[in-house]
């Protein structure tokens, strides 16, 4: 099974930025689908981003598009989340997620994916 782990999670200004990356380790031989979930304190885990390692296409939030972006660096095994223009409602754990099945690719539904890392804690002060 993947073993994802994130780091890059920092406390910022707002309308700083932030770049987390998600290492990705023992996915076998499919390379998986990755996605960036954020919990805000006290709420529902919600998809942000989301990318298919095969074509490159991105699907991104309405809350998140035009401030963040997803890439891959496939040589490395690491996905990142550039986080531009941040707010203080950006503020929560941020968690990269992979699945297996590129039927869910690109999704940001939180019960399409399999593997969870241990998130990374963002912070943005106004």
């Known amino acids: 099974q993947a073993h994802l782990v994130e780091s890059g999670g920092d406390s910022v200004q707002a309308g700083g930025s932030l770049k987390l990356s998600c290492a990705v380790s023992?996915?076998?031989?499919?390379?998986?689908?990755m996605a960036w979930f954020h919990q805000a304190p006290g709420q529902a885990r919600e998809g942000v981003a989301a990318?298919?390692?095969?074509?490159?296409?991105?699907y991104y939030s309405y809350s998140v598009k035009g401030r963040f972006t997803i890439s891959q660096d496939n040589a490395r095994n690491t996905v990142y989340l550039q986080m531009d223009s941040l707010k203080s409602e950006d503020t929560g754990m941020y968690y990269c997620?992979?699945?297996?099945?590129?039927?869910?690719?690109?999704?940001?539904?939180?019960?399409?994916?399999?593997?969870w890392g241990q998130g990374t804690q963002v912070t943005v002060s106004s």
């Open positions: 997620a992979a699945v297996s099945s590129s039927a869910y690719c690109l999704s940001i539904r939180t019960a399409r994916y399999q593997y």
């Open positions: 990318i298919d390692p095969t074509s490159g296409r991105t």
């Open positions: 023992d996915y076998g031989l499919l390379r998986p689908c």
